[in-house]
């Protein structure tokens, strides 16, 4: 198993304990979003390096200024809303719109945490009162991350990936992508996984899976689905363990 959770490696240690526990090998890695919407995988053949965690420091003080931005315009429309205690429930991770959304949840302010509830969009849709800010100014484009996970002894995969990205594959893969998830629960439900595979074989990367998952508000989407049935294939593993190696060499 692997843990990729978005902008920080907090988790890492944790996980690795209890997978060593547990008798389940586990490859150390990490999740970024590019300015352009992009999101870049890093799966770690040893300790990640200094610039992963400054990447995840940079980003994480991003998120917290969008995060409160967010909070200051629900604030302006009534909502008691206290900006420490959110972003406290970040922990060592990166605040994102997911705790203000428990928040909202646990003060009554939201009947659901689910983000297909027709209430997120209203609160945090582009046409409501805090939009969730975009990465534009993040100064991370997807081929830098790409560049710096390399650098850094990772092995970059291209995340839950969407069509909409396919002009940028090529700087990427110069940049040194390696690989793309293709099993994941967006492909798995849009009928896209064997399209990404071949997308892979034709761009000579390896193809991983993923389940994306951003906590148990998610449970309840996932239930209503076939996703039950969905898990990547074990042989997956074994090509992306020799790059790991590789590049930690």
Known sequence: MSLTDHDTTAGL????????EAGVPFIPGVEFE????????????GPPGPAVLDAARDYRSFRTRGV??????????GYALDPETIVQRAGA??????????????????????RSNEE?????????PA???DLTASEWPAVKLVR??????AVPVLAHPSKDHLPLWPAMIEAGLRGVEAYNRNAHVNGEVADFIDLADEHGLIVTGGWDYHGD??????AKSDLREFAPPDELLEPLLDLAAAVAA
């Not at 705790?99 to 689910?114: C, K, N, R, T, Y």
Request: charged content about 20%; proline content about 7%; aromatic content about 8%.
């Open 34 to 45: 590019g300015s352009e919407g992009p999101h870049i995988l890093g799966y770690f053949g």
């Open 13 to 20: 240690e944790e996980c690795a304990r209890l997978a060593a």
């Open 217 to 222: 508000a998610q449970t309840s989407r996932i």
């Open 68 to 77: 409160e931005g967010m909070i200051a315009k629900l604030q302006a429309i």
């Open 148 to 153: 710096m996970l390399r650098e850094s002894g």
């Open 93 to 114: 991770g990166t605040p994102h719109v997911g705790h203000i959304v428990a928040e909202m949840f646990e003060l009554g302010h939201l009947s659901s945490q689910d």
């Open 131 to 133: 939009p969730i800010p």
């Open 120 to 128: 997120f969009p209203r609160f945090f849709g582009l046409r409501g």
